[in-house]
């Protein structure tokens, strides 16, 4: 792994997690730490394992074998699998965010954009309507969607407009990792270079820690300090995203590379 | 000058006194007999046996009766009446392969052992009205000397795929105690046994229109049906003072089991799969239509994606029950006047800030 | 044995007392939480007070008083139907005072006059569950209770606000109960509200058709929900009660005429003829000058 990394404690530990689907194993033996501030890009193709380790991570799925430590403050880290569902419940609304490929999966469509990002607040106690809303006004602001939108139903928003809109909501309590999973999916190119700016910026502004799913290399090399490259439930090769885009070791990365369409 | 109405106690006297006129009709009519309906509207009597979940025929043509032949209320007047009996012992599960069987059918073989027997049924009756029948003292063929007793073996359809192992079984749990939905509230999801609980007592109509929507792509099972079997079965129980079983008398059940597309992965070779269903007395319809439904509520046990109505357990078990459901869609005649007048006021609020365009958000 | 040949005492055997009582301390123990019980099939039918007449006929003896109320009245033809059903499977006195009562079972209203201690008061529930408009699954908001995931309920109220500038709710208006469950205080109006907070009776609720029941132990906090910016109001009128004269109390809506002419009377029919309720035990008519408040 990195070495000039400091010393401090991971955010996220991973030790050997895999996950099967009744006999057939779909990641095995993933291993990795991620630290403050950083995102770890998750590569492969379809098939490969990476939606299903995702899904391990943020606790969507009951891991089988391995083991996941996050740093929950103040206790430092702590197993997951020994975190009551009420604890990780909490954790889901508070320090993680999941940003999921299909918005419509990560918003509640028959509420207003405004309610949507001050769900979270009003959930942990937040009870001053005025407040909420501005809070709610920066936010949008934020994710580049105009303050006469707050009171519209997602339902009326271009797909675009909704992956913003479900990325303030998941940012709204200050998150410290996030996870994605193929965010820019469905979007055509000129909607994903915005997107893709924003979650930059984003990212850096507020220190986030981005576990990051995608297929697409060019949003891996936009995003990710770090990539993972997973082929058939395994990690093949890791390491900074620049040495393992330009100088792949793993035959399937050179795969995978060579096959990126040059721009 | 506005007196506040009173004399709710006299209105209700009167109205059952109007009930009980218009229930006995014109006079000159000769009376209603419960014979006369345990006899001649029986599958009415069956139905509301099965749905009071109460066997008693006599009882039953009462329920009819008192009901003025509005089923769901018979069925009601039952079930009331059924909360009052208590619960004198448990007796083990009648063993319908061991039926005297009236009726038994089977679209999956052509033959098979014990035949296809037709019964008394519907089926195959051109539905034109016979006027005959309306004479009430008309020449009726005189009935049929008893058929003599049935000495063929006639095994059930899926005992005979089950020896093959091509249907599925169901994961038995002998040791455990049948649990009982009059007597403990239903939490979801809900185990088997209680599922057909609820479907046996359920409103025919509401799963025959669940059954049907599964044949036509609100999920989908493929059904065929097994076998129907009608007739009349023995109820045994063992009585701790005597620890072996003696019989207390006999029921008559109807018996559908529906025959499913068979499933299978790679770890699994494909079987058939189940669908169940149980009345008493002569309730056919009812019985395919619970066997269907029955099927569609394990998508998610085998492993499927639940995306059809009839699927959804919380969805047809909180629904399929009639007397509740007519509880409560006709608990709407009741006084809401104390909730009107705040919706009112609301409305009326809301409008006239409307009106002063005030509804922005952000004001008050 | 009751004057109603063949039937126990309050017409649910003794077993089925027992189970309902069970359900109840364990409401009573837990202010707010739901407690499934398995609801009996009852001469009335589901949604016109089988909770409430159970609960009533779990807790109900020989000595008690017994008042029932729809909409506010004595004599609206359900609470007339419910406590004819009481009188002749218990033979227990019945009243129309609410200050003689000692159980009141009530549909959509709590009475005006404040109940004391020793006092109970039995609400008919139709839709126990607070969240049920947001999240139609019960599996689901059972586990949202557990965890205290109330989030979703005051997204509602926020939308309101968007939409109408007040939180629109006027009727079954939700509220937290001990600092802990949100609970549905069945349809009365959100005007009744402030009298559930530390009331000194106690408070049973229950679901027939849906088979819950749940409780508010005497003096205990009952708040209903809003924002620190939009607190909670009660309804007010302009008018005052056309017969007795008092402005305090909830008003329902006469149609006297077809040109649209309306009158406002108390709901709390006890109340309305206690006011008015002269020397010699007849009923006049006060105009609002006469209202000697």
Redesign the interface.
């Known amino acids: 792994m990195n070495d000039d990394r400091d010393t401090a404690t991971p955010l996220l530990r991973v030790s050997d997690l895999g996950y099967s689907y009744g006999q057939r194993p779909a990641c095995r033996e993933v291993s990795f730490d991620l630290y403050p501030g950083e995102v770890l890009g998750i590569v492969g193709e379809s098939g490969s394992g990476k939606s299903t380790l995702l899904s391990c991570l943020s606790g969507r799925l009951d891991s089988g074998p391995g083991h996941v430590w996050y740093d929950r403050r103040p206790d430092g880290l702590v197993d997951l699998a020994t975190l009551s569902e009420a604890e990780r419940r909490l954790l889901m609304r508070t320090d993680w965010g999941v940003v999921q490929q299909n918005p419509r999966d990560g918003l509640r469509m028959g509420v207003s954009a405004g309610a949507n990002i001050g769900e979270r607040l009003m959930a942990v106690g937040d009870r001053h309507f005025g407040t909420i809303r501005s809070v709610a006004a920066d936010w949008l602001t934020e994710v580049e969607i105009g303050l006469d939108r707050m009171d519209d139903l997602p339902l009326s928003f271009s797909g675009g407009m909704q992956q913003r809109l479900q990325i303030a909501r998941n940012l709204v309590t200050g998150p410290r990792l996030v996870f994605m999973d193929e965010p820019t999916g469905g979007l055509d190119v000129s909607v994903q270079a915005k997107l893709l700016d924003l979650l930059r910026r984003l990212v850096t502004d507020r220190s986030l820690s981005v576990i990051l799913v995608t297929h697409d290399l060019a949003v891996a090399r936009l995003l990710a300090h770090r990539l993972m490259v997973m082929k058939e439930g395994r990690v093949v090769e890791d390491g900074l995203t620049d040495q393992v885009l330009d100088d792949p070791h793993h035959p399937y990365t050179q795969l995978l590379v060579s096959s990126m369409l040059q721009v | ?2 007196v ?6 006299q ?2 006297d009167a109205a059952h006194r109007l009930l009980a006129d218009a229930r006995r009709g014109d006079r000159t009519v000769p009376e209603l007999g419960i014979a006369q309906i345990a006899q001649q509207l029986a599958l009415a009597v069956d139905r509301v046996m099965t749905e009071g979940s109460l066997y008693d025929r006599d009882l039953a043509a009462l329920a009819i009766k008192q009901a003025r032949g509005d089923l769901i209320e018979a069925v ?1 007047l039952l ?2 009446y ?3 009996l ?1 619960r004198l012992a448990v007796s083990l599960p009648i063993d319908t392969a061991a039926m005297a069987v009236e009726r038994r059918i089977s679209a999956t073989f052509k033959d098979l052992p014990g035949g296809q027997v037709l019964g008394p049924t519907f089926d195959y009756t051109h539905r034109l009205l016979d006027f005959a029948l309306a004479a009430e003292e008309g020449a009726t063929e005189p009935a049929p000397p008893a058929a003599e007793a049935d000495l063929q073996p006639m095994p059930r359809v899926t005992d005979i795929l089950a020896k093959e192992g091509l249907i599925a079984g169901e994961p038995a749990d002998d040791d455990g105690p049948v649990g009982d939905i ?8 809900a185990d088997h046994d209680l599922r057909l609980q609820s479907l046996a007592r359920g409103d025919e109509g509401f799963l025959l229109g669940l059954g049907y929507s599964t044949q036509r792509g609100y999920g989908r099972t493929h059904p065929f049906a097994g076998e129907i079997r009608l007739g009349s079965v023995v109820v045994e129980l063992v009585p701790e003072e005597l620890g072996f079983p003696i019989d207390i008398g006999e029921v008559v059940v109807t018996e559908c089991q529906m025959v499913n597309q068979f499933r299978g ?3 699994q070779p494909p079987q058939f799969t189940r669908g169940y269903g149980l009345t008493f007395g002569h309730c056919e319809r009812k019985a395919m239509a619970m066997a269907l439904v029955d099927r569609a509520l394990k998508t998610r046990d085998l492993g499927g994606e639940v995306t059809a109505p009839a699927e959804d357990d ?1 969805f047809v078990l ?1 629904h399929c029950d009639a ?2 459901a ?6 709407l005649k ?6 009107f ?6 409305v009326r ?2 409008r006239q ?1 409307g009106e002063n365009g ?7 | 044995m009751s004057d109603q040949t063949g039937y126990n005492f309050a017409y649910l055997d003794e077993q089925t007392k027992r189970m309902i009582r069970r359900a109840i301390l364990k409401a009573v123990a837990i202010p707010g939480y739901q407690v499934p019980f398995a609801g009996r099939e009852m001469p009335l039918p589901y949604g016109w007070g089988t909770g409430g007449i159970q609960v009533t006929a779990a807790v109900i003896g020989p000595a008690d008083v017994l008042k029932v109320i729809d909409q506010g009245a004595d004599d609206t033809t359900n609470a007339v139907s419910i406590r004819r059903f009481f009188a002749r499977t218990t033979g227990v006195a019945t009243t129309t005072k609410t200050t003689e009562a000692t159980l009141i079972q009530t549909r959509h209203r709590i009475p005006e006059h404040p109940l004391s201690e020793g006092q109970i008061i039995i609400y008919q529930v139709p839709i126990p569950e607070p969240l049920r408009r947001m999240e139609a699954r019960d599996s689901e908001t059972r586990k949202m209770h557990a965890l205290q995931e109330y989030g979703v309920m005051h997204v509602k109220l926020y939308e309101d606000i968007v939409r109408f500038g007040r939180i629109a709710t006027s009727y079954d208006y939700p509220v937290r109960v001990n600092g802990r469950y949100i609970m549905a205080p069945s349809p009365i109006p959100k005007f009744d509200n402030p009298k559930m907070d530390r009331m000194p009776a106690l408070q049973l609720f229950g679901a027939g058709r849906e088979k819950r029941i749940y409780a508010v132990p005497p003096y205990t906090r009952v708040e209903s929900l809003d924002f620190e910016d939009h607190p909670f109001e009660v309804q007010r009128w302009e008018q005052a009660c056309a017969l007795c004269g008092a402005a305090d109390s909830y008003l329902d809506e006469v149609v006297v005429d077809d040109q649209g002419g309306r009158m406002f009377v108390c709901s709390d029919t006890d109340h309305c003829a206690g006011r008015r309720q002269g020397a010699d035990g007849t009923l006049q008519l006060l105009l609002p000058k006469d209202a000697a408040q």
């Open positions: 000058m506005y506040a109405v009173k004399g709710g106690e209105a209700i009601f079930r009331a059924r909360t009052t208590p009059t007597r403990e509230p239903l939490v979801f999801p992965s790679k770890q919380e909180s007397v509740a007519s509880g409560f869609v006709e608990h009741l006084p809401h006047y104390v909730d007048q705040g919706e009112l006021a609301m609020t809301l800030a005030d509804t922005d958000g952000e004001r008050q």
